[in-house]
């Protein structure tokens, strides 16, 4: 190879890596101040979300863009974003769908079919039928909204209800995307293993940044809401990488201690070790990870973790990329 043709297949690769593959995915529940804060953003910061995204040039694609790249193992796009909404609440038709309209950005849906009537709360079926007749995926989050890990629920059961929920949404709205929501972001190895077994893509509740090699029945996302709806914080999370992961271990969220260790294995890293920052749920502090080598590090919570969801989240800031952050968030269920 001439000097030339090196140097023009030098810069190619350079730009590739300069791109900083990466996709994220918002999670929204209702568009409103008149319903829970926890689950809400205001009509005023879903304005700003929206803004945001344009003006860091990112590409709202519908979230099957996302998922059919990773299932085929194929490199997601730089600027590649995605909008979801759980539960099908009713501010999504009034309020969302007009604002996202006006922008012509993609969104999906998912629903708890059982809980679909007329109400003030919740879409109806008449109100999904005319979203999905306009393109927006529709898409499953079990029967009932149940909780698959805490709900006491056989291995039998939760496969019923969310082979029943995607089957319904077929005879209704002719929509099969196979892509579920677990509820309030609830997950263990075996329900991950029953979406696999029926071909189906995972969304959690926890926050990162996704690429193809990104875990497929359990897919990140940066919650929009509460107290994640601050449009400044946020710019931050939508603009973010994921880490050049080779292994995070454990698999499973069931917790083997009330000090649980997290070990995670790198590719390679683009960040100096001295500003990984990793968080713990309820722990205002970060907590310092202990580096095994130059390319993996544990981290374990200093005090015992509480009840209910905790995450171990961590974040560095890239050294290619110059304002961007790389993130990655594991969770774990203490019942």
Known sequence: MNLVKK???GLALYAVCLKGFAATVLAYHHV????????????????????????????????????????AGKPVEHNWIAITFDDGYSSVYDTAWPLLKEKNYPFSV????????????????????????????????????????????????????????EEIIKQRLNQNHKIFVYPFGEYNEQ???????HGFVGLAQHSGAINETSNITALLRFPANGIYANPKTLKNKINSLPFDLASVLPV???PDSLHPQLTVK???????????????????????PEWR?????????????PKGRV?????????????????MSKLWINP
């Open 293 to 305: 080598s130059k390319l993996e590090f544990t981290i374990s919570a200093e005090h015992e973790i």
């Open 110 to 165: 998912y629903i708890n079919p059982a809980m679909v009537k007329p109400s003030k709360l919740y879409m109806d079926w008449q109100q999904l039928e005319e979203l999905s007749d306009q393109g927006v995926i529709i898409a499953n989050h079990t029967m009932k909204h149940e909780n698959l890990v805490q709900d006491g629920l056989t291995l039998e059961q939760i496969t019923d209800t969310i082979l029943e929920a």
């Open 7 to 9: 140097i023009v297949v």
């Open 32 to 71: 409103s101040s008149e319903t829970p804060p926890s689950t809400s953003v205001s009509v005023e910061n879903f304005k700003k979300h929206l803004e945001l995204i344009e003006e860091l040039g990112l590409q709202v694609v519908p979230i099957t863009t996302i998922t059919d790249a990773i299932k």
């Open 266 to 288: 790198l590719n390679s890293k683009d960040f100096y070790q001295s500003q990984l920052a990793c968080f713990i749920s309820g722990s205002s502090k970060p907590q310092k």
């Open 252 to 254: 499973d969220t069931k």
């Open 311 to 327: 995450k171990y989240n961590c974040t560095a800031p890239s050294i290619k990329h110059s304002g961007r952050f790389y993130w």
């Open 191 to 197: 329900i991950e293993q029953i979406l696999s077994k």
